[in-house]
């Protein structure tokens, strides 16, 4: 396909919200995939997107090198792995809305929670039968359209992590399955001379997204922080269920 001035704009774009996810930022993540289907096709667009976000990660786990939860790694990296095997495996039959909608109304269920929930409840500890559910989900959602945020959310945002510690475990989190889906997408012939070339210039400005990501994690209040990633995961969930049920 030829790339036009629009492309490269909306594509420069896609690609410093990927790389400011990976900064610490991880509400405007999500919205790398969908921004790039405004010029070219949802899958191409998430094929192209992967070494973007494999160069920003990084940047991403030198910054979070001494941020993270060990425990949530444990627990979620492995049940993340099988989701991805699992996206591979019925990618010939997974229609991609069903998808979309599935990881919308997983956003939507939480934020529901968060309004009734009992703002004195203590966080919940990281549990290795919630976390290998969400973690299943958010790797095959992961798989299929780079939407793993949501169901990771889901489980992660009720231990009430430190911010930096919630961002560094997000960030080491994805940096391992972005790699793990290399595999199944090339398999797939999701990568061509064309799209690896367009990803190799997108990749600078998703280096200084994630520099600029990580900065505005270190200075955002914590409080201010996670009501952000809330109201994104709102929006975003809105936004994927009126694509899969209207588009």
Not at 91 to 110: F, H, K, P
């Amino acid at each position: 396909m030829e790339f036009s001035l629009l492309f490269f704009a909306v594509a420069g774009a896609a690609a410093f919200f990927v790389g400011a996810s990976k900064g610490g930022l991880p509400m405007v993540g999500v919205l790398g995939v969908p921004l790039l289907a405004l010029v070219m096709p949802p899958v191409a667009a998430a094929a192209l997107l992967l070494p973007v976000y494999i160069v920003s990660d990084m940047v991403g786990l030198w910054a979070y090198r001494k941020e993270y939860s060990p425990r949530n790694l444990a627990i979620l990296i492995p049940a993340m792995v099988f989701g991805v095997g699992l996206g591979w495996a019925t990618a010939r039959i997974t229609e991609e809305w069903m998808v979309t909608l599935l990881v919308g109304v997983i956003g939507l269920y939480y934020c529901i929670t968060v309004v009734f929930r009992n703002t004195r409840a203590p966080p919940r500890p990281a549990d290795i039968p919630r976390g290998v559910f969400w973690g299943m989900i958010a790797g095959f959602t992961s798989f299929v359209s780079h939407t793993g945020g949501p169901p990771y959310q889901a489980y992660v945002l009720p231990q009430k992590l430190p911010k930096m510690m919630f961002a560094g475990t997000s960030t080491i989190v994805f940096a391992v399955i972005n790699l793990v889906k290399l595999v199944p997408y090339w398999a797939l012939g999701q990568f061509n001379p064309g799209n690896l070339e367009v990803a190799a210039m997108l990749s600078p400005i998703a280096v200084a997204g994630a520099l600029i990501g990580y900065k505005l994690t270190t200075v955002i209040p914590e409080k201010l922080f996670y009501r952000v990633v809330e109201a994104a995961l709102l929006l975003i969930s809105l936004k994927l269920i009126y694509e899969a049920l209207f588009t």
